[in-house]
């Protein structure tokens, strides 16, 4: 069941005028963020949908955000918030407050634990393999072919994803990256006996 972590007024620059618009927008446990006109479009189909979980980075305040980027008249700079996705378009958006800033990059950091625990339980439930805590699932490069990783207990697995010590929901600054590899990795798990079946003969 989808619920939402947060809901409320957000300024968007539009993408060719680079004007700012006010619009609503609903973020949800499932990795989306929707945005509409008003709260009474809120359970019609959205404008238009965020994926967080193909999202490369998210930056917040004036610190992270090119300064050629001009807040609405009446806000300033450390109520920037941008998504960047690893393809398409950048969302540019601006709280209505710092106050209300500091709540959605809270709720963004929620929605990332949720989304790193749904990755996990899924990835031992299909697998039947333990993840160590504090490390997650991640996709080991651009190749489709199966990798071979040694786990804790000293038994090889054949995966094409591999296990390591960083968020990769997150890049190093704190941002949403590689979430997208993951649920590609994911997605293709139960095809990995198939795959691997020429690999071990090599």
């Known amino acids: 069941m989808t619920d ?36 009474e479009k809120q359970n019609d189909k959205a404008d238009d ?5 193909r999202c490369r980075q998210i930056r917040f305040g004036s610190d992270e955000i090119s300064a050629t980027v001009e807040p ?17 378009d950048i969302w540019t958006l601006c709280a209505e407050s710092t106050d209300d800033l500091v709540a959605w990059q809270t709720s963004f950091e929620d929605v990332r634990q949720l989304y790193i625990e749904r990755m996990q339980q899924q990835h031992a439930q299909w697998t039947n393999t333990q993840i160590p ?5 991640f996709y080991s490069d651009s190749s489709d072919l199966p990798r071979i990783y040694r786990t804790s207990n000293g038994q090889q697995q054949p995966q094409t994803v591999i296990i390591v010590d960083r968020d ?13 590899m993951t649920g590609m990795a994911l997605s293709t798990m139960m095809m990995w006996p198939f795959l691997l079946f020429p690999l071990m003969l090599w």
């Open 72 to 88: 609405p008249n009446e806000s300033t700079r450390e109520q920037l918030i941008e998504l960047v996705p690893s393809k398409g």
């Open 133 to 137: 805590p504090n490390r997650y699932v």
């Open 168 to 180: 990769p929901y997150y890049d190093g600054c704190g941002s949403i990256a590689a979430g997208a």
């Open 4 to 39: 939402i972590v947060k809901a409320g007024w957000l300024q968007r620059r539009t993408t060719i005028l680079k004007n700012w618009k006010r619009e609503w927008f609903v973020l949800t446990n499932d990795a989306r963020l929707r945005r509409m006109a008003s709260p």
């Open 49 to 53: 949908v965020f994926e967080l979980n």
